[in-house]
């Protein structure tokens, strides 16, 4: 009796706690299902964390201050356990030496001298960070905010003399490891920045045309389409354009996430619109009316819960066009510019023929770049597809 | 509402390229400066724009402008080059629309078919193979593309591709056989472009439909015996479209965004170039306006007309019901 009665009494729990389960839990459920989906959230969260210790895990500052002047334009260097040298359990690379005389024609030749191992180190001193490095910088000194916190100057891993270049040197001898791992935290940081401005404004417009409707809604349609039909690119170059050359690196990274949060919300804030007008009707709203709630907590308290799955799902999904847009801004060289790291920037100083044809490992950034998109598309469509309602009925 | 559309649209565009430091005036005397004139005085520059117009209030010159390109289609004058805008654009602006209308259908192409199938095998191998091929497009930065193809053609055809015509046809007046060259050399602009852009329009159709087949009219339909094509098109396939036949005019935007860069790849003398030239290099800001207006009129126009296609469609639209 008791062996019949159990399968059917763990079928009833899991019955029980799906219809107890919160919104968020489902769409977890359903989330943890699809493995492109997770493979993709992992990467990101890979990238977010990356992004965000770039400081501890790069080995040497992304700036020309931690520039390797013995290797330029140097090609990735592989670490070693052994050679005919004899082998060693902590890995090793070889020291490069840059000499120049009359017998080279006076021109800088390298060369790898085996004798002299340079061997790993964990969590090494190094030049110094701030772990926590928070600024507002807008043009003009009185507006800067930073807050610095958790001075370090302990770094993951480093040589016990000279340096290491997982990814290679660029022209100037800066370490394209760390800079492409500061790439990746600040182009998260303008994407976040913008998206998130654009949220507000989005929610917002949305949250008023779609509440009240009527005229308000018609004029403020008006405008939004006029906003989304102008070009954005060229709106940003043309906005890009006059960014005096005299800013400083931080300024122009605001002011572009800015401008990138400014131009993005007219299709959030349709999409916003459009779902308020279908439930302002409902009955639950009638009910919250009746019961004296003002408009402004009627839309933050009733109405916007009632789809903060899709408009997250949306959000994720307008993620990787504000990257792209930071990117191709930078590219065409009207975005951030050469000592500020950004994917954009590393791309564009890919893009040349010289590159192309002697320095390839400067491409190194660009795979990273694609898996970084590729993994928010993937997240976002798995996020979509966690949070459809109706979709439970299939699995 | 397309008429006021437009008028902001161009108040916007009007407002933007007046908020780009320096005229007209100040370019032209320092230009003259150049040339042998000893000094530049404050009175120089404010007589220049004087005799420019430039001294009207703003509203002023942009209702003129307007004026001018509504009733005579005259774009205004190159501050730069010093003739009409008309004239530097001349049939490039129709090249680039074209390019871009191609890419267009390059997208619609893959995405439609692909969003389509991807939600009915949702998250099957095969679904993830090919949202992976079509989101490459998004993820391979375009330059990278244009780049790849390019080496990739002269390794192998012996041809850059690059350019829009072959030497020959470059000043030739347009013809079929100029049509026929233009048309050898266009197909991987056009290719690149709607890739790239495959995406969006891929998630949105997969997401549209995703809803659509759930929900429970279609399983009614399921009940009552329908089945395979038939249903797929009746019920969840129309309702899907919908939605994305209305972004049509977005879209073109969105795949102008790409040009820019692409055709500078590429070589590409059209709009888009002359548009990344006039704002990043030369400043050029009348050229620059009357691109992105041109660009927004068609876009609106592209609206207006799907608007009323969507009415036909779909007779819950006509009544306002949407």
């Known amino acids: 009796m008791a062996s019949v009665t159990a399968p059917a009494t763990k079928a009833s729990t899991n019955k029980e706690s799906y219809y107890t389960a919160g919104q968020a839990q489902l769409i977890w459920s359903r989330f943890k299902r ?3 989906a997770m493979i993709s959230a992992i990467l990101l969260l890979f990238f977010v964390i990356v992004g965000i210790f770039a400081p501890f895990i790069s080995p040497y500052a992304p700036t020309i201050a931690g520039k390797d002047p013995d290797y330029l334009n140097g090609a990735p260097q592989i670490l070693r356990f052994w050679d005919e040298n004899g082998f060693s ?13 009359a017998a080279t024609n006076l021109r800088w030749v390298e060369t790898i001298n085996k004798e002299e191992r340079r061997y790993l180190r964990f969590f090494v001193k190094g030049w110094d960070y701030y772990l926590i490095d928070f600024f507002i910088d807008l043009p003009g000194r009185n507006y800067d905010v930073r807050w610095r916190a958790l001075k370090m100057d302990r770094h993951l891993f480093g040589m016990d003399k000279g340096f290491i270049h997982f990814f290679g040197t660029d022209k100037d001898g800066k370490d394209l490891f760390s800079r492409t791992v500061h790439a990746v935290g600040i182009s998260l940081a ?4 913008g998206v998130i401005l654009s949220f507000v404004l989005a929610l917002i417009i949305g949250g008023i045309a779609g509440y009240f409707g009527g005229w308000i809604d018609g004029v403020i349609q008006i405008i939004t389409d006029a906003v989304r039909v102008v070009p954005t690119i060229p709106l940003y170059m043309a906005i890009a354009a006059f960014l005096p050359d005299d800013w400083s690196a931080e300024a122009r990274f605001f002011f572009i996430s800015i401008v990138l949060g400014l131009l993005g919300w007219p299709t959030l804030a349709r999409r916003i619109r459009t779902h308020l007008l279908a439930e302002r009707t409902q009955d639950y709203v009638l009910a919250a009316k009746l019961a004296g709630a003002s408009p402004r907590r009627i839309i933050s308290r009733h109405l916007l819960p009632s789809f903060t799955s899709y408009i997250i799902v949306d959000l994720v999904i307008t993620f990787p066009y504000t990257v792209l847009a930071e990117t191709s801004l930078s590219f065409i060289g009207l975005g951030l510019k050469d000592p500020v790291n950004s994917i ?3 791309l564009k100083n890919a893009t040349n023929v010289d590159v192309m044809l002697n320095y390839q490992w400067q491409f190194i950034p660009v795979p990273i770049f694609i898996i970084l998109v590729l993994a928010f598309v993937f997240v976002g469509d798995g996020l979509r597809d966690a949070a459809d309602p109706y979709a439970q009925g299939k699995k | 509402m397309a008429v006021i559309t437009l008028f ?3 108040f916007i565009v009007f407002g933007l390229m007046e908020l780009v430091p320096g005229n007209c005036a100040e370019r032209y005397v320092a230009y003259k400066n150049t040339q042998g004139r000893a000094s530049i005085s404050e009175a120089d520059i404010r007589a220049e724009e004087i005799r420019m117009g430039l001294d009207k209030p703003f509203v002023v010159r942009w209702f003129n402008w307007t004026k001018d390109v509504f009733t005579k289609g005259y774009l205004g004058e190159s501050c730069l080059r010093r003739t009409s805008v008309n004239q530097i654009l001349q049939d490039k602006f129709w090249i680039s629309l074209g390019l871009t209308l191609a890419a267009l259908l390059v997208s619609y192409l893959i995405a439609i078919p692909v969003g389509m199938f991807s939600s009915t095998i949702r998250n099957s191998a095969t679904d993830t193979t090919f949202r992976f091929i079509s989101y490459l497009g998004l993820a391979l930065p375009n330059f990278m593309v244009a780049l790849g193809i390019m080496l990739f053609s002269t390794l192998y055809f012996g041809d850059t591709l690059t350019g829009l015509f072959s030497n020959e046809f470059r000043d030739a007046p347009w013809s079929t056989a100029k049509l026929l060259n233009f048309l050898s050399r266009a197909w991987m602009p056009a290719l690149i472009l709607g890739w790239s852009s495959t995406a969006l329009q891929l998630q949105t159709v ?9 929900k429970l009219y279609v399983t009614a339909a399921k009940a009552r015996g329908l089945s395979g094509a038939k249903l797929f098109w009746r019920y969840p396939a129309r309702q ?6 209305n972004s049509i005019g977005f879209d073109l935007n969105r795949i102008f965004n790409a040009l820019p860069i692409v055709a500078t790849i590429l070589t590409l003398n059209e709009a888009g170039f002359i548009l990344l030239e006039s704002l990043a290099i030369s400043n050029d800001q009348e050229v620059a306006g009357a691109i992105i207006f041109l660009l927004t009129v068609s876009i609106v126009f592209l609206n207006f007309i799907t608007d009323v296609l969507l009415g036909i469609i779909d007779p819950r639209i006509r009544k306002g019901m949407i």
Request: zero cysteines; proline letters at 5%.
């Open chain 1, 34 to 36: 699809n493995r492109a």
């Open chain 2, 240 to 245: 899907a479209l919908g939605p994305v036949i």
């Open chain 2, 206 to 214: 997969r997401a549209l439909m995703s809803d659509e087949n759930d």
């Open chain 1, 344 to 346: 954009g920037v590393l």
């Open chain 2, 8 to 10: 902001l649209v161009s």
């Open chain 1, 190 to 193: 303008i994407g976040t920045v």
């Open chain 1, 89 to 101: 359990i902590v890995p090793f690379t070889y020291t490069v030496e840059r000499t120049r005389s």
